[in-house]
């Protein structure tokens, strides 16, 4: 396992994210976390070098805290790193959480403590609420080593945020499609420019780079026939100087080999593979998603008022997560009119000049979130 200098210590690059263990009962979402497995996977990832441990407070209520405490205790407390997190609308009593945590975990100090999941909405909440003056408190007591923000924030709040004070690092989405197609780019640099060490979560975006479609994965086995799907993406993060560790949620032997495999060593992808990666993203996007242009040619005549661009924004992102719409997304579409209220007039899909289906995709948005 490769490792990096952090400050006075070393981490490794990889890290194992403790979000997605396997539960002892997997058709019920509130069932604990199957202890054996997890712990198999906890115990693999230390015995081969990986010292990163991330887990928050609201991952499976309550147990991720509990699960890796359990699981570290037999190990030396100097020999590994945990990050945890405070999440601000979980409970916003952040002493409480700060001991709850210390608790679960079972230790006295937390090595990267995050301030979770920043947003447009919730930044100034909690840089008003006292608590980032709390916890720096507790790093002056050791109770923190290093203080830190993960964000999903637009880059205005993020250049804001990340603006407020010295930062010890940072926890960004970032991963190849998000770099090329949406504003990954502009994140890593607002970090960088700030000398902000950047902790990478989502680098394979969900499990959703790991497949992509037969021809975007042809391209890729040409380039690289050994190299697997995943193993690209974590390859491309692997290889921007700023990002100091890059967390994946393991869960099978054969994921925990693939990543090993990819960091051990140094490599950084050339720029053929740079443009092969490119090439394949493109491909891959263009089977899925819709050439909105965001011209708004069609909003004019839409007898009921849809934002239509924007909801075809929100169409597209579900599409290349591959899972459910993103709700949150979904609702903060300003628009008089939503999908559901689409009367199929067809005035819209007239006018588009991408000749895009607006009715259809609208009708299957509506589906969808209903
Ligand atoms: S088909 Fe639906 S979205 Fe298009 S103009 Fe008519 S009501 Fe609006
Ligand atoms: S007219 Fe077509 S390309 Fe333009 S905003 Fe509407 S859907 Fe998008």
């Known amino acids: 396992m490769i490792k990096k200098p952090f400050k006075d210590i070393e981490l490794s690059r990889l890290g194992l994210g403790n979000m997605r263990f396997i539960l002892s009962d997997p058709d019920n979402g509130n069932s604990p976390i199957d202890r054996p497995k997890a712990h198999a996977v906890i115990d693999s990832a230390y015995a081969n070098g990986i010292n990163y441990f991330d887990t928050a407070y609201v991952y499976n209520g309550g147990d ?3 699960c890796l405490g359990e ?32 608790k679960r975990l079972q230790t006295d100090r937390i090595d990267f403590y995050l301030l979770h999941c920043i947003m447009d909405g919730n930044a100034d909440e909690y840089l008003n609420s006292g608590c980032i003056e709390y916890f720096l408190k507790q790093k002056e007591l050791g109770r923190i080593r290093y203080l830190g923000f993960s964000s999903h924030a637009g880059t205005d709040t993020l250049r804001r945020f990340a603006s407020y004070r010295d930062w010890d690092f940072a926890q960004i989405q970032l991963n190849y499609y998000d770099w090329f197609f949406n504003t990954a780019k502009e994140e890593y ?36 026939p050994d190299w697997s799907t995943a193993s690209w993406a ?13 967390l994946s949620g393991m869960n099978s032997l054969d994921q925990m080999n693939d990543n090993l495999n990819t960091f051990s060593d140094d490599n950084v992808l050339s720029e053929a593979d740079q443009a092969v990666l490119k090439e394949a993203a493109e491909c891959f996007r263009a089977g899925i998603v819709v050439p909105c242009t965001a011209c708004r040619y069609c909003t004019e005549g839409c007898p009921m008022q849809i934002n239509i661009p924007e909801y075809l924004k929100v169409y597209n992102e579900w599409k290349v997560s591959g899972g459910r719409v993103d709700m949150d997304l979904y609702r903060g579409v300003v628009s008089e009119g939503t999908p559901d209220m689409c009367i199929q007039c067809g005035a819209c899909a007239g006018i588009c000049p991408q000749s895009i289906q607006i009715p259809d995709l609208l009708k299957e948005l509506a589906d969808a979130v209903k």
């Open 234 to 246: 974590m390859r491309f993060v692997k290889s921007l100087p700023n990002v100091q560790v890059i």
């Open 189 to 224: 640099e607002i970090l960088t420019e700030r000398n902000i060490p950047v902790v990478v979560m989502e680098p394979v975006r969900g499990g959703r780079l790991a497949k992509l479609s037969p021809e975007a994965e042809a391209i890729l086995k040409n380039a690289h």
């Open 64 to 66: 991720s805290e509990r």
């Open 71 to 102: 699981a570290m205790q037999k190990y030396p407390r100097d020999s590994f790193y945990i990050a945890d997190k405070f999440h601000m609308h979980a409970n916003p009593d952040y002493e409480a959480v700060f001991e709850e945590q210390l």
